[in-house]
């Protein structure tokens, strides 16, 4: 008979669920084994042991403890970085909880910046949280005011590819003074198949956009530039559209 512990860990969309099996070797560490019934329901010699003559009775052994090494990985448009090894132990494997306390610990004080990038790791609803945040008097400004080097950060905590455009649309919208540098970094964190797209939603949101197309189209590829024309050429230097307006 072979004893192994199955562990399914369930992981966000987009992700393949890995699994993990550990071999046990199941040992009796009583000295005194406990009374045994046998098919025929009669009790069995106490003294008599329920395990294979040439069995060697030492402890019970696993696989050594599975470790993570340094790494860094790339899953929907985000990154995840592990600086130190990362011991998987039956804790950790069954314990459950550990996002929903992070979460009350983050939602404890006031709205912020880290907050909101805190709120937007643990959770894969990430458009519905910057919703929300735009949508509270106390939280909003936190949106209308984000920098360029926090709109990238909060693209990079997008789960799914297909919400990188949205939220970041979401935001220029809202924005008190979007500018082209806010897209270039949109751009540079963005999924390969991204990229066009927030240039076609963004650009128009872009307060110096008359001004400062062309630095945006130093950062797209020849193709990005040919499926960009319209909006590069109506809101760039030679356009009529006034982003000013």
Known sequence: VEHILKINVQTPSNITNPSIEIK????DFS???LPQQDDGGAEMDPGSSILPNDFKSD???VEPTLKIPQSSSTTGGKVYEMDTEIEINSS???GGGDDDDMLSSTMASGPSMQKLLKEMEISVADLEIVRKYLGDPSSRDIVMSVTPMNLSKMIQQVDSDFDQPRVAELVAENHSAFTCNHLIASIRVASDWNRSSMVE???QHCKDAKQNTPAVEAELTDWEKTVCG???KEYGPSGNYNTFG
């Open 59 to 61: 402890s019970v052994v």
């Open 24 to 27: 046990l070797r199941v040992c």
């Open 230 to 232: 319209r909006v590069l």
């Open 92 to 94: 950790q494997a069954f």
């Open 201 to 203: 939603k963004l650009l």
């Open 31 to 33: 000295d005194k084994p």
